[in-house]
């Protein structure tokens, strides 16, 4: 059955502010929000968490192929469950965040993870942020957005993340973490980091999230509610 319904795509790099944002625009929209890293992140998680070397293209495949898959929506969130278990922010970990662009650069891992995405339209009309979202996964969405800040500005704003969840970390290591993350992201074969066609681009860097949120909302109203519809089959 086919439906009606918008999706908000917000891409970025990591540290672009993406998902504190698109979880401020879900939430004025009243649509559903999703982080497609963190599903990323949750793979590499269980593969870290199997003991299993991520750089083993074999035996990561051997392992998604038998993982099960599945999401329930939890305060307006989408949230991934592997093999019924929710790795909440341990995806978050700085193991699992310096693994995840060899867990994603894999085309079948990208492949089973789209497919997954583009299904949560079941629940309805989504705010969805990652690094393919408005160039892979929903390309006909009118409402494309690409965040990006000054590298200083991202370096800072991760340690902080990570400093609230308690993890030590110092700028620098965290900018030069960053660096490398986005080389991989942009250089990958499949479904690099890159603009998406007809992205507004906004860089955030000297703005607070509640500037951002608003830059994005008043476009959306511009470009006017009969263009945010799309068709799903």
Do not use: C
Request: charge should be positive; proline fraction near 3%.
């Amino acid at each position: 059955m086919s439906e009606n319904l918008t999706v908000i795509a917000i891409d970025g790099p990591s540290a672009s502010g993406k998902s504190s944002v698109s979880r401020m625009v879900a939430k004025a929209l009243g649509y559903n929000y999703v982080d497609s890293g963190a599903m990323y992140r949750a793979v590499t998680w269980k593969v870290i968490e199997e003991g299993l070397d991520v750089t083993d293209t074999e035996q990561v495949l051997a392992l998604i192929h038998r993982m099960k898959i599945h999401f329930e929506i939890v305060d307006g969130a989408a949230r991934m469950f592997v093999g019924g278990v929710d790795p909440g922010n341990a995806v978050r970990e700085p193991r699992v965040a310096e693994k995840v662009s060899i867990i994603a650069a894999i085309p079948e891992v990208r492949q089973l993870l789209v497919a997954q995405q583009r299904s949560l339209t079941k629940f309805g009309s989504l705010v969805m942020e990652g690094r393919d979202i408005g160039s892979v996964v929903f390309p006909d969405t009118p409402h494309k957005f690409y965040l990006d800040a000054d590298p200083a500005v991202r370096a800072q704003r991760r340690t902080k993340d990570f400093q609230a969840m308690k993890i030590s970390a110092d700028t620098a290591g965290v900018a030069q973490a960053l660096q490398q993350r986005d080389k991989l992201d942009s250089s990958r074969a499949t479904s690099p980091l890159q603009i998406a066609l007809g992205a507004t681009v906004i860089n955030n860097s000297h703005q607070t999230l509640e500037e951002t949120v608003k830059t994005i909302l008043d476009h959306i109203k511009q470009s006017g509610t009969r263009r945010g519809a799309m068709r799903v089959q």
